[in-house]
C-alpha cells in the first residue's frame, strides 16, 4: 500500500522597489498627483533556504482490487460480466459443460499433452482426455456478480499448467481414456471395437466432447460422454454421490461403451439431452458432408490423404480382418454417416441408438429441441455452413417432419461483429421420415472402388443438386422431365424419378442451392434452458423465485472468418474479431406468450478480441476475454457457461452474466 507523501515547495523571494512619498510636516497634504507610470520590474532575489521536510501523510484508505490475474502478471479480465470459473490443462479444450439436477458442474479435459506429469491430489496425471466434474459447490448457487474468478497459470508454474483448476469447488476426475474400472470396460473408456468380432481395436480416443446427464434418482444417474474420433462413439456411466459429502463415483458395475451398431458412429462431437430425457449425439467430421466433390470422389482408390484416413478406419470398423476399404469384406457408405443420433431409451441394459435422417446429413455440431417437442435447431461446424431447423410431425418423435434452412439479412448500419446482427428467413427444404430416407441411404451400401469411373461419380454430384433445385422450384411436379440426368449426375440414380434426397443426404448443398445462407464459419454449440424457454413461450410458472417473459437460444461461432468477411454474400462482417470468436442469441418469438418456439432473429452477445504480437507481427487472441468458444451452457437463472477451444495454452471456462444485455 502506498502512503501519501506531502511534495516540498520552493520559496522564492521577489524583491520589489516601492516608492515613498513625502508629506509636509506642516500643513494639509496636497491633492494626490496622477499615478506615475509602472517601474520595470526588479531583478529576481535569490532563492530562500528550504524549508524542513513535512510530516508523512497519513494512509490512504485501501482502494479496490485489482482486476483478475493482475498478480500474475497476465493481464485483466477485459469484459465486465465475465468470470473465469475454470482452465484446463496445456493442450486440452474445454468440452462437455453440463449441469445435474442437483447443481453438479460435469466438463471434460479433451486431449491434454501427453507430455504433462504433474500429479494432483487425487494422484491422476492430467495427460489423457478426462471426463470431471466440480466437487463442493451447487454452479446454481455462485454469485451472479462471482468474487472469484481463476487466473491464467503463470508460465513456470507446472502444477497449474498441467491440471485443471477451478475458481470454486475443486476439480475431480470420474474416468480417463483407457480406463477400465478394474476390468469392467475391458477395452478401456473412450477405445472403440468393431462390432464384428466386439474384441478388434479400431481407435481409442482421446477427445471426449458432450457429457449428458439422466437422473435414475436423487444423487444418481447416467453419464453419457461422447468419444470423438473416426470411428467415434459414447460412453454411458452409471454414477452416485455421497448425500453428505456430494463426492460422485463410478459404479464399476455398471459402465460401458455404446453399440451403434453394424455402420456405427463418425467423430461424436457436442450434444444435448433432450427435454423428454433422450441423450443425442452429433457426427461431425470424418467424413466428405457438404464438401463439393469428396462425396462424389469417395470410392476413388486414389482418395486424397484427407478424408482417406477416416475412410480406411471405417472400413476396418465393419471388416476387422481388413486392412482398409482396398480389402474390406464392406466398403463403407458415406450417407451412413454424419447424422444426428437419438439414445431413444438411455436407462435401459442395451440403449437402442437411431440416426434421425431426417434432421439432415452434413457436419453436425449438436443439435437442441425446445420444449414443444417439435422445433429443434441445429448447428453445422464446417467453413461455409448453414444454419437448419426441424420440425417434427409429432411430438417428441423425431423420426418424421420438415427440416428447414436459414436465410439472413444482415442490419445494414454496421460490419463490426459486436453490433451487428440478423433476420432470419427459414428455408423448406423437404419433409420426409426416417425409414424413406434409409431407403434412399442403403442404394449407395453396394458402391466400392471397383465402381469408379474418373470423371462420373457414383454418389449425388452438384448437377443433381442443381436439377434437384429446379424441380423444387418448380413445385415438384411429376413426370420423367425432373428425373436425374446421366451426364454429370449420379450413375446410382440416372433416369430415376426425381425425389427429395438430395434435401437429407446433401443438405449443404442443397441448402445453398435454394438460397439459404452457407457462409457461417465453425457454427459450434447451440443451447437454451428448457425452463426458462417454456416459462417465457407459453407462460407456465417452472423457474423458481423469478418470473421470466424471455428466453433465448444461444449459439457459439468459433472464428468470425472466412465466408463471415470476405464481403461477400449475406454474411459481411469486418475482421476485427477474426479467429476469436463469439457468442449469439436468438430470442423465442413467443417470448411473453403466444406459445410459438420459432426464432428469426440473431444478436450478438459477447465477442473475442485480437491482440497484435509486435515480435513476430501476428495476432492471436487476447487470452483476458472469450477466445474461439466451443460450446455454451444456458443456466436456469440465464447465465450462459462458454468453453473455449482455442490455441491458448490454457484454455478456460467461461461464466457470463447475460443481464448486462438488458
Not at 75 to 96: D, H, K
Not at 346 to 368: C, F, I, Q
Not at 556 to 572: L, W, Y
Request: charged share 20%; hydrophobic share 35%; with cysteine.
Amino acid at each position: 500500500m502506498q502512503l501519501i507523501r506531502k511534495k516540498f515547495a520552493k520559496v522564492t523571494l521577489i524583491v520589489t522597489a516601492v516608492l515613498a512619498l513625502s508629506a509636509c510636516e506642516d500643513g494639509n497634504d496636497g491633492a494626490p498627483g496622477p499615478a506615475g507610470p509602472t517601474g520595470a520590474e526588479g531583478a529576481q532575489g535569490a532563492d530562500g533556504t528550504q524549508g524542513p521536510a513535512g510530516d508523512d501523510g497519513a494512509q490512504g484508505a485501501t482502494g479496490p482490487a485489482g482486476a483478475d490475474g493482475d498478480v500474475f502478471g497476465q493481464g485483466a479480465i477485459r469484459q465486465q460480466g465475465l468470470t473465469r470459473l475454470a482452465t484446463v490443462p496445456q493442450g486440452a479444450e474445454v468440452t462437455g459443460a453440463f449441469i445435474s439436477p442437483e447443481g453438479t458442474l460435469f466438463f471434460n479435459e479433451q486431449h491434454p499433452d501427453p507430455a504433462n506429469t504433474e500429479v494432483d491430489e487425487d494422484g491422476r496425471v492430467h495427460n489423457l482426455g478426462g471426463v470431471g466434474y466440480v466437487a463442493g459447490v451447487n454452479v446454481n448457487a455462485i454469485p451472479r456478480r462471482a468474487a472469484l474468478s481463476t487466473p491464467i497459470p503463470k508460465k513456470d508454474d507446472d502444477f497449474l499448467l498441467q491440471t485443471t483448476q477451478v475458481a470454486y469447488g475443486e476439480y475431480k476426475l470420474l474416468g480417463q481414456r483407457t480406463d477400465t474400472f478394474g476390468g469392467a470396460l475391458s477395452s478401456g473408456l473412450g477405445t472403440i471395437v468393431s462390432p464384428a468380432d466386439g474384441i478388434t481395436e479400431i481407435v481409442s480416443a482421446d477427445m471426449p466432447d458432450f457429457n449428458g446427464f439422466v437422473p435414475l434418482a436423487a444423487n444418481s444417474g447416467y453419464l453419457f460422454t461422447n468419444w470423438e474420433f473416426y470411428p467415434g462413439g459414447m460412453s454411458r456411466m452409471k454414477i452416485d454421490a455421497d448425500p453428505v459429502t456430494g463426492t460422485w463415483s463410478v459404479d464399476t458395475g455398471d459402465v460401458m461403451m455404446l453399440d451403434f451398431g453394424t455402420y456405427g458412429t463418425l467423430a461424436n462431437c457436442f450434444g444435448t439431452v433432450t427435454p423428454w430425457g433422450t441423450p443425442m449425439t452429433s457426427e461431425e467430421w470424418g467424413g466428405p458432408a457438404g464438401e463439393p466433390g469428396q462425396t462424389a470422389s469417395w470410392n476413388d482408390p486414389a482418395l486424397a490423404e484427407w478424408p482417406l484416413q477416416s475412410r480406411e478406419a471405417l472400413a476396418r470398423y465393419l471388416d476387422p480382418a481388413a486392412t482398409g476399404a482396398a480389402d474390406a469384406a464392406t466398403f463403407p457408405n458415406p450417407y451412413r454417416y454424419q447424422w444426428l443420433v437419438e439414445i431413444t431409451n438411455p436407462t435401459a441394459a442395451s440403449p437402442a441408438p437411431v440416426k434421425h435422417y431426417t434432421m439432415g446429413r452434413y457436419g453436425h455440431e449438436n443439435g437442441v429441441c425446445a420444449p414443444d417437442g417439435m422445433t429443434c435447431y441445429m448447428s453445422e461446424d464446417q467453413t461455409d455452413g448453414a444454419f437448419y431447423k426441424f420440425v417434427s410431425d409429432t411430438a417428441e418423435d423425431l423420426s418424421s417432419g420438415t427440416l428447414f434452412a436459414a436465410a439472413l439479412t444482415q442490419d445494414s448500419f454496421s460490419t463490426d461483429p459486436s453490433l451487428t446482427g440478423f433476420d432470419i428467413t427459414w428455408i423448406p427444404l423437404a419433409n420426409n421420415d426416417n425409414a424413406t430416407i434409409e431407403g434412399w441411404v442403403a442404394e449407395y451400401d453396394a458402391v466400392d472402388t471397383t465402381d469408379f469411373v474418373a470423371g462420373e461419380s457414383n454418389y449425388i454430384t452438384e448437377t443433381d443438386i442443381a436439377a434437384w433445385a429446379t424441380w423444387v422450384n418448380a413445385g415438384r411436379p411429376a413426370g420423367s422431365a425432373y428425373s436425374t440426368i446421366a451426364e454429370g449426375g449420379s450413375s446410382t440414380t440416372a433416369g430415376l424419378p426425381m425425389d427429395d434426397r438430395a434435401a437429407f443426404l446433401e443438405s449443404k448443398l442443397a441448402a445453398d442451392a435454394l438460397g439459404a445462407t452457407a457462409e457461417w464459419r465453425k457454427f459450434e454449440g447451440i443451447n437454451m434452458h428448457y425452463g426458462r424457454a417454456e416459462e417465457a413461450v407459453e407462460g407456465t410458472d417452472i423457474v423458481p423465485g423469478k418470473t421470466v417473459t424471455e428466453a433465448y437460444v444461444y449459439f457459439a461461432i468459433s472464428d468470425v472468418d472466412r465466408g463471415m468477411t470476405d464481403g461477400e454474400g449475406d454474411i459481411q462482417l469486418n475482421d476485427r474479431v477474426k479467429d476469436c470468436g463469439g457468442v449469439y442469441r436468438m430470442p423465442f418469438v413467443g417470448n411473453g406468450g403466444g406459445a410459438s418456439y420459432d426464432v428469426v432473429r440473431i444478436d450478438p452477445v459477447i465477442m473475442g478480441a485480437t491482440e497484435d504480437q509486435s515480435a513476430g507481427g501476428s495476432e492471436q487472441c487476447d487470452a483476458n476475454t472469450i477466445a474461439q468458444p466451443d460450446n455454451v451452457l444456458v443456466m436456469e437463472d440465464g447465465r450462459i457457461m462458454i468453453g473455449e477451444d482455442g490455441s491458448q495454452q490454457n484454455n478456460s471456462l467461461w461464466l457470463y452474466d447475460t443481464s448486462l444485455l438488458d
